[in-house]
């Protein structure tokens, strides 16, 4: 066998031997399955940043006796009993880098440490700057398929911007159903762009040409709105009729009347 295959023979176990020396020396925790959780009750939480308040918690609890939640190494509490959860305030502690870690007493006596997760405690002007870089860019975004939207609406309907919906018109409600407008009291359908919360959408209504906001109305309202337009629109008809009716009548009265002299 030649130097060379010796040495790599060689270089082989020893790198074999390292890694089995690695994997001795992994924390206890990735093997028994121990993890701490970090959950956000109210505040920020931007990847590793956080303010506010949040709860420490130990999963899985099966097997455990003692849990002692760390920080820096520094004890926050210790707890024998289920359930393993520590609520804590991002305010009461110094701002910046820290290390989240639990330490795990398991019911037959073993001690265990989970991996620590590293956070950063920032404050109430990071937040705030957090917060404007993702809001900003999503109003101007939601501003832009709006504009797209109301553009793509005139197209399909082939009217002006704020050019009404004649009385009577049909409706196409898709998928999003329609709303009565507070503006107007007419039904207009739901459109897709509009901005919603919870129940509630500022659309234009297609009726006026209005801006409000609205809330998605049943079926039977929007019919009995349909119709109430109808009936508007037959009574102003018959209303027309009848005074052309009266008109062609007093204009036969007058040409009577040349004759009577």
């Not at 207009?188 to 659309?203: E, F, K, M, Q, V």
């Not at 809330?215 to 109808?230: F, S, V």
């Amino acid at each position: 066998m030649s130097q060379r295959v010796q040495a790599i023979l060689t270089g082989l176990i020893l790198s074999a031997g390292l890694i089995i020396s690695a994997l001795a020396a992994t924390p206890t925790p990735s093997v028994e399955g121990y993890r701490l959780g970090l959950r956000r009750n109210f505040g920020y939480g931007g990847g590793s940043q956080i303010r506010g308040d949040f709860t420490l918690s130990l999963i899985p609890e099966t097997g455990v006796s003692q849990v002692t939640f760390l920080m820096d190494g520094q004890p926050l509490a210790t707890l024998t009993a289920p359930p393993f959860r520590f609520r804590f305030n991002t305010g009461n502690y110094p701002l910046g880098w820290h290390e989240l870690s639990a330490e795990v007493t398991t019911t037959d006596g073993r001690v265990l440490q989970t991996l620590p997760h590293r956070i950063e405690f920032v404050s109430a002007e990071v937040e705030r700057q957090a917060m404007l870089r993702i809001v900003v860019p999503l109003l101007g975004g939601v501003l832009v398929v709006m504009l797209i939207g109301v553009g793509l609406q005139m197209l399909a309907l082939g009217r002006k911007p704020g050019q009404a919906l004649p009385l009577g018109a049909p409706r196409h409600y898709g998928l999003l159903g329609g709303a009565i407008c507070p503006r107007c009291g007419r039904a207009t359908p739901l459109h897709w762009w509009s901005i919603h919360a919870g129940p509630y959408r500022l659309d234009r209504c297609e009726a006026c040409g209005g801006w409000s906001v609205m809330r998605r109305a049943a079926q039977m309202d929007l019919e009995a709105a349909e119709q109430a337009e109808r009936q508007q629109v037959t009574r102003s008809a018959s209303s027309a009729t009848a005074s052309q009716a009266d008109e062609e009548h007093l204009r036969e009265l007058l040409d009577r009347s040349r004759f009577l002299d």
